[in-house]
């Protein structure tokens, strides 16, 4: 009964190294470190959603089994950004002893990138200082807002996006599992809205179960607030042949069928020109268009209006 209230994120979060989906370099060397019982000190580093804190855990379950609650510390740096939660909590776990068979204690400092620079220095002292007993993993969106030094003490493991197949392989298991019906281009669009971010295409997934049993391309798009790549491939075709009347008729739909945001359309816009069957130089021309025409809707212009002028405009690039 407890599993049905939990979102999907957490349901189906793999607790298994094994289970863990694509990320074959960085889940073959903690492998080896589980079986090793050493490991340096980590960095994972990537984009949201695609298994980082994921992997931490299963790492530390493995490696500590029954263990785990005195050899493991779970912090999350954003909750607390600053000097204290180094001074405080980590150096009293890094200098408490270590139970049971386990060679040494580790803390896991989930989006480090949120520490201050000051916290970082200190950590990094903390790091050496502790090092005979202790190993860290820091989870970062954006490794370059890791200070250099604490760089330079971990081995950086890079965790990319899941490809379309990893991520087909993982919600079709999901789908096993909650009795759905997913159409083959459902599958296709969840990848899209969520470009390789798993937390997402699980979110988005659950939110169209809440629709319907049986899960469509439309439902996918409808249910993330994204128009069909196609519908918005048609707007752009139209606006290129000169047919700005239908463009905009399209937008329109765009904007009250969707609910988009001038910022989200121009973005599906992004996506589409690459695919757009047209001559090199033209596609520069257009995203040069929309680069002008998104800095115009950051700085505040009307958005209706210059999605208009934009479509206009792209009439103009040959
Ligand atoms: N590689 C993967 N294989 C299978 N499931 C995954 C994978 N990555 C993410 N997930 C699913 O997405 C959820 C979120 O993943 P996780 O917490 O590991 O993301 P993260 O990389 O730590 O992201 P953030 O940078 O936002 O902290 C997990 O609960 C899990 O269900
Ligand atoms: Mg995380």
């Known amino acids: 009964m407890e599993q049905d209230i939990l979102p999907w994120t957490e349901k189906y979060r793999p607790k298994k190294l094994d289970e863990v989906m694509g990320q074959e370099e ?16 980590m960095l994972f580093s990537g984009p949201p959603g695609v298994g980082k804190t994921t992997s931490a855990l299963a790492l530390a379950h493995e490696l500590f089994g029954a263990d785990i609650s005195g050899n493991f510390l779970e912090l999350n740096a954003s909750d607390d950004r600053g000097i204290d939660i180094v001074r405080g909590r980590i150096k009293d776990f890094a200098r408490s002893v270590s139970l049971g068979e386990a060679p040494f204690k580790l803390i896991f400092l989930d ?9 970082q220095q200190a950590l990094r002292r903390t790091m050496e200082a502790n090092s005979s007993v202790t190993r860290f993993i820091i989870s970062a969106n954006y490794s370059s807002r890791i200070i250099e030094p604490i760089q330079s003490r971990c081995a950086v493991f890079r965790f990319m996006p899941l490809n379309a197949k990893e991520m087909h392989k993982a919600l079709e298991h999901v789908a096993r599992c909650e009795k759905l019906k997913v159409d083959e281009k459902a599958y296709e669009a969840v990848f899209y809205v969520s470009e390789g971010d798993m937390r997402r295409a699980l979110n988005t997934i659950q939110g169209c179960a809440m629709h319907s049993e049986h899960i469509t391309e439309e439902l996918v798009h409808k249910t993330s607030s994204r128009a069909m790549p196609k519908e918005v491939k048609d707007m752009v075709g139209m606006a290129i042949a000169g047919k700005f009347q239908e463009a905009r008729e399209n937008l329109d739909k765009l904007i009250i069928t969707y609910g988009l945001s001038g910022e989200d359309i121009m973005y599906q816009v992004y996506r589409e020109i ?29 958005e209706r209006i210059q999605l208009e002028a934009m479509l206009a405009q792209f009439s103009n690039a040959k």
Do not use: C, H, W
């Open 274 to 302: 690459p695919k757009l069957d047209v001559p090199e130089k033209q596609r520069m021309k257009l995203i040069e268009i929309l680069g002008e025409y998104n800095f115009r809707l950051v700085q505040g212009a009307s």
């Open 111 to 119: 989006e480090g990138d949120a520490l201050t620079a000051d916290a």
């Open 26 to 41: 960085a889940i073959k060397s903690l492998k080896a470190f589980v079986s090793k019982k050493n490991m340096p000190n």
